[in-house]
């Protein structure tokens, strides 16, 4: 059977023949027909078998058959890795280079722009990693709404990063209907519950037994204590000429201390994980597929997300802690029928994890006993405090990440020490320095730069504010001499005041810091501040003062004793000679006439109220201003016709 029996067309059989593809695999024969047809598809099969020729090609011919305007993105392809992601928007150009389709890829670790920008110009195919997409969707970017078909890649990888729950919130944000392509290495149950909720009607696809290394490839097992493993590595590199060679580590600075090590003994190393940004990642891998680079150290992220043509060596410097992450790991070399080798290591205390392995297999890995390195370490592993082992190359990565963290901290104390340092000498008092008498009897201004030290050692702002403190104002740049501020005149000393001095404009006198020399003028600087005295010498300054209330005058009350100034006052009443009373006019008593002394004022004004008819007296209100203190409108000379009698 040929690619064109299955029912693919002239265009992208024309592709494949110029990738070199000739006669399908068995994953690509049992899952292009259906997926041609429409319906689901649920692959179970090893990396390397095929599985993104077999939805990428089907997708490509339904797709073409219609080409909606506007563009609108209607096949997505969810992802775990970058790395991955990257190789299928290639195979998706590859296969579909004879067609009109547009495709792009997204994922997380780089800048989101240019990714906006090639969905603005209108997509029919989308290969995403869970993040990047649901950031995207979430600022209103993406719309999803148009989606026909829906490929989950590697989904219990998926499962085993984290990302189940990324992928649930993806799925609701799909159309109900749409044709959905299911492909995984193994079928764990989560990934199983995950299938019947998701897939309606679907032809199940499965190649080779779950978890079985593919065939071709050799294994090998080094028992070798773990300070002999580098050095097993270089000795097998060196001696089996090994040109390309892909090393597992358990651990992101296990990588790196391969890496460092390898390059040590000569031998040119890069490592990949998490931890690098997407342009090292990146720039790392194409190192080693180009030859630039012989060993590639790589964390289990790269298990499923490195394609790597006829890649002939990998090894497993650490066992994985699940079993079916090994047969991941191998399965990066032995791809398309290539043959391939996997070399292990194993130290005392990964005895278990090689006994589930080789469980998983189904036989054991063969051992290799003449090596310059065999084991010789025979001490169980330390448990914590629930008894569970614990793994050196783990506690060594947490030792090492605690040792960075230490080491941060460190360096951000010592820089914000040296931040406060600067701005304390930036803002602390400048010393008094010579006076004005010494600066104008021929002393020079001292030099800014000569206090701070050499130009550099504190930032620009600072140095421009020391200059202001300590030279008076002057602008003296950086590294340039300082300029005398008046000419060479003979310095005299100062000559203290015979007054005290108060809070004034200045604290001195010109004619105590000049030299006797009697063309100069005597002239009295002192100026006393007019708010800064009891006495106020401004009347608006006096009418703006606060005023204390006077005390309320004392009101007869029945039951009290009159006071003596009530008594002088009722006595002074009582002699003078008693008025006529006006005459009435009609019914009701007219008001008295006006005298030419006393003018007529409404009620409000002349202070009188009307009794009431018990002629109780009633409290007197006090005023507002202070009788010791009184403005202008109080005077007697200036406003005596608007009072009606004198204050006593």
């Known amino acids: 059977m040929n690619f064109r029996d299955l029912g693919l067309t002239a265009p992208i059989l024309k592709a494949l023949t110029m990738e070199g593809y000739t006669d399908p695999t068995p994953i690509q024969r049992k899952a292009i027909p259906p997926a041609l047809a429409g319906r689901d598809v649920l692959g179970c099969a090893q990396t390397g078998t095929g599985k993104t020729c077999a939805f990428a090609t089907p997708i490509l011919q339904r797709l073409n058959g219609r080409l909606p305007k506007p563009r609108v993105i209607r096949a997505l392809i969810l992802t775990p890795t970058r790395e991955l992601a990257i190789q299928i928007q290639d195979s998706f150009v590859a296969y579909g280079r004879n067609l009109p389709l547009r495709s792009a890829v997204i994922f997380g670790g780089v800048g989101q722009q240019p990714q906006v920008d090639a969905i603005k110009k209108g997509l029919d195919i989308l290969v995403a990693t869970p993040g990047r997409l649901l950031d995207l969707h979430g600022q209103g970017l993406l719309d999803l709404s148009h989606i026909e078909i829906f490929v989950l890649d590697e989904a219990d990888r998926m499962l085993d990063m984290g990302f189940i729950h990324d992928v649930r919130r993806v799925l609701k944000l799909l159309p109900d209907k749409k044709q959905t392509l299911f492909f995984s290495a193994t079928m764990p149950p989560e990934v199983m519950g995950l299938v019947n909720g998701l897939l309606h009607d679907y032809a199940r696809v499965a190649v080779d037994p779950v978890s079985s290394p593919v065939e071709v490839i050799r294994q090998s097992l080094y028992y070798v204590d773990k300070s002999n493993k580098t050095k097993l590595l270089a000795h097998l590199m060196e001696e089996r000429h090994i040109t390309s060679a892909l090393v597992f580590s358990r651990t992101k600075h296990g990588a790196n201390r391969i890496a460092q090590d390898l390059v040590k003994r000569g031998i040119s190393a890069a490592a990949i994980h998490g931890n690098k940004s997407q342009t090292a990642r990146v720039q790392a891998l194409n190192d080693f597929k180009a030859g630039r680079v012989r060993v590639l150290a790589a964390t289990d992220i790269a298990a499923r997300g490195i394609d790597i043509d006829q890649l002939p060596f990998v090894f497993n410097y650490n066992l994985p802690d699940v079993p079916e992450t090994y047969v991941h790991r191998i399965g990066r070399t032995g791809r398309a029928g290539h043959e391939g080798e996997a070399i292990s290591f194993c130290q005392f205390d990964e005895k278990d994890e090689l006994r589930a392995i080789e469980k998983l297999l189904g036989k054991p890995i063969p051992v290799v006993e003449n090596h310059p390195f065999p084991m010789e370490n025979f001490d169980p592993p330390q448990k914590d405090k629930r008894g569970r082992p614990i793994n050196s190359e783990d506690a060594e990565a947490r030792a090492a990440a605690k040792e960075r963290r230490r080491q941060k901290d460190a360096e951000n104390k010592a820089r914000a020490e040296e931040r406060k340092r600067a701005v304390s000498v930036s803002t602390e008092p400048a010393s008094l320095g010579p006076t004005f008498g010494e600066r104008s009897a021929g ?96 009347a608006t300054a006096r009418l703006l003062a606060p005023r204390r209330p006077a005390p309320r005058p004392q009101v007869q009350v029945q039951g009290q004793q009159k006071t003596q100034a009530q008594k002088k006052r009722e006595k002074a009443q009582a002699q003078k000679p008693a008025q006529p009373k006006p005459r009435r006019q009609g019914k009701k008593q007219g008001a008295p006439a006006p005298t030419a002394k006393e003018p007529v004022l409404p009620p409000s004004l002349s202070g009188k109220k009307k009794r009431r008819r018990d002629d109780k007296p009633r409290p007197i209100e006090a005023p507002l201003r202070s009788d010791r203190q009184k403005d202008s409108t109080q005077h007697k000379s200036l406003m005596r016709p608007y009072y009606l009698h004198d204050d006593d």
């Open 443 to 538: 002393g020079a201004s001292p030099s800014p730069t000569a206090e701070m030290g050499k130009p550099g050692e504190m930032d620009a702002p600072n140095r421009k504010k020391r200059r202001r403190k300590e030279g008076g104002g002057q602008t003296v740049q950086a590294g340039a001499p300082a300029v005398e501020a008046m000419a060479p005149v003979k310095e005299e000393p100062l000559v203290p005041r015979d007054k005290p001095v108060g809070r004034g404009v200045r604290q001195g006198r010109l004619e105590d810091t000049l030299p006797d020399d009697p063309s100069m003028p005597v002239t009295d600087f002192y100026k006393p501040n007019p708010l800064d005295s009891d006495v106020i010498m401004d």
